[in-house]
């Protein structure tokens, strides 16, 4: 089977209380197969990392940002895995973005990511630590309690 390579940006959004927003989402191909993961995902072909992680955060939760203010990436991670049965190995780069609370919109997504992300919640490092619920990347208590 072919493995579609691809790059990728994700947001650590972290809130006054250290918390970061994660969004709940499944493959369609799998039904009753769920997990918590970072706003972000594939760059366009023309993309910058924080070009592309900005674009995500406006899809996915309506926050509009300029890719300037995400930095350089904290993070670096290759994760290989499969949805809607296609095999994925995604070099992803990881942006940290404070802000004291943001209420999501989910507005700007499209209708796969409507049919697929069904929930988004604020975590902090201990209760992701704490969860039986799959959460991703495994590194992100880690990650959270790092970050500036």
């Known amino acids: ?26 493959d369609p191909a799998r039904p009753g197969t769920s997990w918590w993961f970072t706003p972000g995902g594939g760059l366009e072909s023309d993309e910058t990392p924080a070009e592309g992680a900005a674009r995500e955060l406006l899809e996915e939760i309506g926050l509009q940002v300029d890719p300037a203010e ?29 802000v004291p609370e943001w209420q999501v919109d989910t507005a700007g997504m499209d209708a796969e990511e409507k049919a697929t992300i069904t929930a988004h919640r604020w975590w902090s490092a201990d209760e992701i630590e704490a969860s039986a619920e799959s959460i991703f990347p495994v590194e992100l208590p880690e990650l959270l309690r790092r970050v500036p």
């Not at 390579?5 to 709940?24: E, H, I, N, W």
């Not at 190995?89 to 973005?97: A, G, I, K, S």
């Open 70 to 98: 995400l930095g350089e990436p904290v993070f670096r991670h290759v994760a290989e895995f499969s949805y809607d049965a296609r095999d994925y190995r995604q070099e992803q780069d990881f942006f940290v973005l404070r």
């Open 1 to 26: 089977m072919t493995v579609v390579q691809r790059r990728a940006a994700r947001v650590l959004l972290v809130d006054s209380a250290g918390r970061a927003l994660l969004l709940y989402g499944g």
